[in-house]
């Protein structure tokens, strides 16, 4: 199936339930995010600011582009002027200076707490603990450009899919208690973004209604291997 097909075919089924489709589109051409973009898809996620910013310079203005990758402080000041929203904040520090940034392009910038919620050590974001000390914190409070807008996780690399459910419920539950007792007057904070192209179908079962996909629109990824003459 072509590119335009996939996306038609996800929009189906996930704008009749509410869910938001984020089409990761590093490594992938313009080319392809265009033909995706014809479609009707606005919203791409990348994973490395510079490609990013290649992409935002070259492609057409009306996309809403996230960052999905680990973001470092010093790669902040580089999407700030244009970024729709950042899913992957995991520290008060990087927080700081989305806010010091966001102030000099006079934006407020949307983000999401990313929660650590894999079985794995090669996941970055916060536990339960740091992220409630992060929203109780006075520096926090301070914070005038930034708008936490909702939680990010990624589950497990594992084909067992009951611990993918488990840490997609588990997130869900956090979010609800985050929202609760933290954002309960804020009505922007209304994003759960969990599930990839291997789980997303069990992302959405949980909770979920903002999914990022890249395989699942644009093809698996071809891995070209070169013989030394």
Known sequence: MSIASNISELQQELQPIGVQLVAIS????????????????????????????????????????????????????????????????????????INKQALKNNRVIDCLLQVFIADEDTKFGLDHAELIELLRSEEFQEFKNIRIRGLMGIATNTENEKIIKEEFYELKMFFDGIKTTYFRKEVSFDILSMGMSSDYKIAIEQGANMVRLGSTIFGKRVIKHYKAN
């Open 26 to 97: 590093k490594t992938k051409p313009n080319e392809d995010i265009l033909e995706a973009y014809e479609a009707g898809q606005r919203l791409f996620g990348e994973n490395q600011v510079q490609e990013m910013l290649a992409k935002y310079e070259e492609l057409p203005k009306d996309i809403e582009w996230h960052l999905v990758g680990h973001l470092q402080t010093n790669k902040v000041k580089y999407i700030a002027p244009f970024v729709s929203l950042i899913h992957s904040v995991d520290s008060l520090k990087v927080l700081s200076e």
